[in-house]
Nanobody, 121 residues
Framework: QVQLVESGGGLVQAGGSLRLSCAAS????????MGWFRQAPGKEREFVAR????????YYADSVKGRFTISRDNAKATVYLQMNSLKPEDTAVYYC??????????????WGQGTQVTVSS
């Protein structure tokens, strides 16, 4: 079992930056690949980025590539999403998830409660 708690969301102007954190409880965190997803109002949940269990492999959605960076600190049982050059279309609730390397959210077993990111133009 893994419990996930996101933090770091907020309101930022276009071009600004935010860093999201996802703190995990449970001794098995370091064995899980982790992902970040987002969901805007009226839209389906979409893949943003994922990182392997060891942290040596990452993958990004085309829409965020070059602007977002996913990382993890297994000693702190935390995964991060550094978001730079934010755009209004990045506005969404951001979720971290554990248990898969897939882009498909249905493949993930564990989810956080989400954190709101709002980018103003």
């Amino acid at each position: 079992q893994v419990q996930l708690v996101e933090s770091g969301g907020g309101l930022v102007q276009a071009g600004g930056s935010l860093r999201l954190s996802c703190a995990a409880s449970g001794r098995t965190f370091r064995s899980y690949a982790m992902g970040w997803f987002r969901q805007a109002p009226g839209k389906e949940r979409e893949f943003v980025a994922r990182i392997s269990a060891s942290g040596d492999s990452t993958y990004y959605a085309d829409s965020v590539k070059g602007r977002f960076t996913i990382s993890r600190d297994n000693a702190k049982a935390t995964v991060y999403l550094q978001m730079n050059s934010l755009k209004p279309e990045d506005t969404a609730v951001y979720y971290c998830a554990a248990g898969s390397s897939s882009r498909d959210p249905r493949m993930y077993n564990y989810w956080g409660q989400g954190t709101q990111v709002t980018v103003s133009s």
